[in-house]
């Protein structure tokens, strides 16, 4: 079945340095869409990429979708303490039903 | 967010109890979803419903049975728990099925002991 993966699982920053997560498909995707989850919190849904090569942002964050449509990544530039979070990429064929989620990203951010 | 209710928010129960969770939404959206939360696993799929009564299974449908009575609520079910069904359970919905986003509830934290 499809299979989606995330990394990395776990990434610590200083605020203001860089970050960055990776999402790849073992297959073709649709579409796909990235949510936050806040600690003790649910996921929030942040965006969604459905064009080869699109490159989205959404507030300050943007996400980009590979150009075979197999990978997305999200990069955040200067991270601030509000970014601290678990990040999950999810990758469909459309149908929610279908979505297949990664394992996350879990994001610190030391001030 | 879509006005999502998990009951109850923790739950303890013992191995071979049968155990229900409920998800109560306020949006009429038609399609809602049960997932659960492990670490290193993200979110895994249960089973999901496309309309009252009508269900289909997830890609971890196994000990898990589900009932839509109602378009509102969306029960899930443990018929007998056992230690490796602990874990975060989130319902979500989606207005639509195609290229929709989920709305998630705050989650049901499952301890089977």
């Known amino acids: 079945g499809q299979q989606v993966m995330q990394i990395p699982q776990y990434q610590h920053v200083q605020e203001g340095e860089d970050f960055t997560t990776y999402c790849n498909s073992s297959?073709?995707?649709?579409?796909i869409q990235w949510y936050k989850q806040r600690p003790g919190g649910h996921p929030v849904f942040l965006i969604q990429?459905?064009?080869?090569?699109e490159v989205k942002k959404q507030n300050r964050l943007p996400f980009q979708f590979g150009e075979a449509k197999k990978n997305s990544s999200l990069h955040i530039t200067a991270t601030q303490t509000t970014d601290v979070g678990t990040y999950f990429c999810?990758?469909?064929?459309?149908?929610?039903?279908?979505?297949?989620f990664g394992s996350g990203t879990q994001l610190t951010v030391l001030p | 967010d879509a006005g999502i209710t998990q009951s109850p928010r923790h739950k303890v129960t013992e191995t071979g109890t049968p155990v229900t969770l409920r998800c109560h939404q306020t949006?009429?959206?038609?399609?809602m979803y049960w997932y659960r939360q492990d670490p290193g696993h993200g979110l895994r799929l249960i089973h999901y419903?496309?309309?009252?009564?009508?269900?289909d299974k997830g890609e971890v449908s196994d000990g898990y049975s589900v009932s839509r009575s109602k378009t509102e609520d969306f029960l899930l079910t443990l018929e007998s728990a056992t230690s490796s069904q602990t874990s975060v359970y989130f319902c979500?919905?989606?207005?639509?099925?195609?290229?929709?986003?989920?709305?998630f509830g705050s989650g049901t934290q499952l301890s089977v002991l």
């Open positions: 999810a990758g469909g064929r459309n149908s929610a039903r279908q979505l297949t």
């Open positions: 297959t073709t995707l649709s579409n």
């Open positions: 990429l459905v064009k080869s090569g």
């Open positions: 949006e009429n959206h038609r399609y």
């Open positions: 419903s496309y309309g009252v009564k009508d269900t």
């Open positions: 979500a919905t989606a207005a639509g099925e195609w290229g929709e986003k989920l709305f």
